[in-house]
């Protein structure tokens, strides 16, 4: 057992999907309710970032270029999820799939959260090390399309992705259509595995 297996954990939530009743927040959802003691799980709302644009990035959008001197800070909800994923031990995304890719709000979410952060004289990553868990639903595959897309990308970035994963077509009777709401058990058992699994990867 690890030295750390009592300490708290910290989890951010992200769904690709913005829609309320979408099968990925209830994913999320289901995740939240299942949570091993001792770790709590904030969903990080990804709707109201603005589209990724140079010139209201402050770091001037790449690791190794000038700072921006036309601008101070993120925008006010990239900083606010800057900080939440800075401080959260891992990261769960409910991906799902948007025409064999990932959702276009992810990939948003994405082009933010890959850009360093400035202290100082220090150009600091925030993607870098950071352990993920994927899951997600879609078409036929499950939403496995977007969650392997996604998983390239961030560890392209340096971002550990555990190997267990859950995919679940939307469409299944795992759901309730009008909420999203996960209600098939065995689906439960899977997204709490994966739960187990990404706590693990931490505290190991």
């Known amino acids: 057992m690890s030295r750390d297996s009592g300490r708290p954990i910290t989890l951010l939530g992200m769904a690709g999907a913005l829609r309320r009743a979408s099968t990925n927040r209830?994913?999320?959802?289901?995740?939240?309710?299942?949570?091993?003691?001792?770790?709590g799980l904030t969903v990080g709302e990804i709707g109201d970032l603005p589209l990724y644009d140079m010139d209201l990035d402050p770091s001037g959008g790449d690791a190794?270029?000038?700072a921006n001197?036309?601008?101070?800070?993120?925008?006010?909800?990239?900083?606010?999820?800057?900080?939440?994923?800075?401080?959260a031990d891992a990261?769960?995304?409910?991906?799902?799939?948007?025409?064999?890719?990932?959702?276009?709000?992810?990939?948003?979410t994405l082009a933010w959260l890959s850009r360093p952060d400035l202290r100082?004289?220090?150009?600091?990553?925030?993607?870098?090390?950071?352990?993920?868990?994927?899951m997600g639903s879609g078409g036929a595959r499950g939403g496995a399309d977007g969650r392997e897309a996604f998983s390239m990308s961030v560890g392209a970035l340096g971002a550990v992705v555990i190997e267990e994963s859950v995919?679940?077509?939307?469409?299944?009777?795992?759901?309730?259509?009008?909420?999203?709401?996960?209600?098939?058990?065995a689906l439960r058992q899977r997204i709490g595995s994966l739960?187990?699994?990404?706590?693990?990867?931490?505290?190991?």
């Open 91 to 108: 990261v769960l995304v409910a991906v799902g799939v948007n025409n064999l890719a990932v959702p276009a709000p992810l990939l948003n």
């Open 64 to 66: 190794t270029g000038s």
């Open 120 to 134: 100082g004289d220090e150009r600091v990553r925030l993607l870098r090390g950071k352990t993920f868990g994927l």
């Open 167 to 185: 995919d679940e077509p939307f469409f299944s009777e795992a759901f309730d259509p009008a909420t999203g709401d996960v209600i098939d058990d």
């Open 69 to 87: 001197a036309d601008v101070a800070d993120w925008p006010t909800p990239v900083a606010r999820l800057r900080r939440q994923f800075d401080a």
């Open 26 to 39: 209830g994913m999320l959802r289901a995740a939240a309710e299942l949570l091993p003691a001792g770790v």
């Open 195 to 204: 739960v187990g699994a990404l706590v693990r990867a931490v505290r190991d």
